[in-house]
T-cell receptor, first 113, second 109 residues
Framework: DGGITQSPKYLFRKEGQNVTLSCEQN?????MYWYRQDPGQGLRLIYY???????QKGDIAEGYSVSREKKESFPLTVTSAQKNPTAFYLC????????????FGSGTRLTVV | EDQVTQSPEALRLQEGESSSLNCSYT??????LFWYRQDPGKGPEFLFT???AGEEKEKERLKATLTKKESFLHITAPKPEDSATYLC??????????FGTGTSLTVIP
């Protein structure tokens, strides 16, 4: 079955460390997205990519970086510059055409220890 | 400014007690409105897409409707397994989506 896979499910980061969250999809979707979800807040867009080797900043890109070297993969790095990284991170994908919504992964919960 | 507001923030229902969740929006042109269900610790699961005012979609005990200013998610005779957070998202012209903060639904047996 096609889907979108995030790993790991839980991740712990020490102060000053960079960590990378994985997102892989086999849906042949063009666009991929990273969102951050905090209690009481809507999903906030971090970065998105509509085609390979191209990506744009979302509303809260500071302290994060991404790459899109393959259509299937869109990893997110949370750098030490992100001062409040503890959150639930969601990856999503969709076709650029057809007016369809997102397909989401199951999420990664990142905790700073 | 594009904005999505969901109400109520939380809703507790007795099993079988029907109700509605609201999603109001102000966007510059609507390409689509989307409803998702999210269980704790999991990613949102797609429920419905609505494209134009007057459109309705149904799935089991859920029915979504759309006007020019808002959408409703009607839940008929809910069961405990319908307990979840329901998210609304809108896509204005362009590729970015805007999400509401969700309604947390609890259905009590």
């Amino acid at each position: 079955d096609g889907g979108i896979t995030q790993s790991p499910k839980y991740l712990f980061r020490k102060e000053g460390q960079n960590v990378t969250l994985s997102c892989e999809q086999n849906l042949n979707h063009d666009a991929m997205y990273w969102y951050r979800q905090d209690p009481g807040q809507g999903l906030r867009l971090i970065y998105y990519s509509q085609i390979v080797n191209d990506f744009q900043k979302g509303d809260i890109a500071e302290g994060y970086s991404v790459s899109r070297e393959k259509k299937e993969s869109f990893p997110l790095t949370v750098t030490s510059a992100q001062k409040n990284p503890t959150a639930f991170y969601l990856c999503a994908s969709r076709l650029n055409r057809g007016g369809k919504g997102y397909t989401f992964g199951s999420g990664t919960r990142l905790t700073v220890v | 400014e594009d904005q999505v507001t969901q109400s109520p923030e939380a809703l507790r229902l007795q099993e079988g007690e029907s109700s509605s969740l609201n999603c109001s929006y102000t966007v510059s042109g609507l390409r689509g409105l989307f409803w998702y269900r999210q269980d704790p610790g999991k990613g949102p699961e797609f429920l419905f897409t609505l494209y134009s005012a007057g459109e309705e979609k149904e799935k089991e005990r859920l029915k979504a409707t759309l006007t020019k200013k808002e959408s409703f998610l009607h839940i008929t005779a809910p069961k405990p397994e319908d307990s979840a957070t329901y998210l609304c998202a809108v896509q204005p012209t362009g590729n970015q989506f805007y999400f509401g903060t969700g309604t947390s639904l609890t259905v009590i047996p």
